[in-house]
């Protein structure tokens, strides 16, 4: 008798295995379709991490600006 309810009764290790066999089955399946999207995905979350910092293009463009008028200026002036 003691043996059929030993039977009945997995084994800790076996109920492991079965949950990381199910858990690497899920892994297995990918949410993107191309590795385009999964690129894209990855260029978004790091903007939105703030890896790449703000873009200081027009910031650079309004300094250059501003130096060229001051030179422009003090050029006109002497």
């Known amino acids: 008798m003691w043996r059929?309810?030993?039977?009945?009764?997995?084994?800790?290790?076996l109920l492991a295995l079965q949950a990381h066999a199910e858990r690497a089955g899920c892994a297995l399946a990918c949410a993107y379709s191309s590795s385009d999207e999964f690129e894209a995905a990855v260029?978004?979350?790091?903007?939105?991490?703030?890896?790449?910092?703000?873009?200081r293009r027009r910031?650079?463009?309004?300094y250059a600006g501003a130096v060229s008028g001051a030179l422009a200026i003090a050029y006109l002036m002497f």
């Open 4 to 13: 059929l309810s030993s039977f009945d009764r997995a084994p800790a290790p």
């Open 43 to 55: 260029i978004r979350s790091k903007r939105e991490a703030g890896v790449y910092g703000p873009k």
């Open 59 to 62: 910031r650079y463009a309004l």
